[in-house]
């Protein structure tokens, strides 16, 4: 069982920068996909990015979100740039290992106008 934690949610102006952590308490291997989803309220649960053997973005965020990770440190990352009030949503961190996946219990972004 591996719990992710996640991190670095807070409140901040459009145009702004931050960056979330997820860390995981158990070891994450390179053949884990590592992903980062967020729900906004009243919508549905949606990908950022994901970070697999390669790495995959929403279009919505392309450009703006990069995903990192460092196995050695159990640790991902996502560096949020040129946040938009849209951005504003509950982000999750997400382990899929071999098709079994787990959830952190979210941080909350708010980006005001």
């Known amino acids: 069982q591996v719990q992710l934690e996640e991190s670095g949610g807070g409140l901040v102006q459009a145009g702004g920068s931050l960056r979330l952590s997820c860390a995981a308490t158990r070891m994450i291997f390179s053949f884990d996909i590592m992903g980062w989803y967020r729900q906004a309220p009243g919508k549905r649960r949606e990908l950022v990015a994901t970070f697999g053997t390669s790495t995959n973005y929403a279009d919505s965020v392309k450009g703006r979100f990069t995903i990192s990770r460092d196995n050695a440190e159990k640790t991902v990352y996502l560096q949020m740039n040129s946040l938009r009030p849209e951005d504003t949503a509950v982000y999750y961190c997400?382990?899929?290992?071999?098709?079994?996946?787990?959830w952190g219990k979210g941080t909350l972004v708010t980006v005001s106008s």
């Open positions: 997400n382990l899929n290992r071999r098709g079994t996946e787990y």
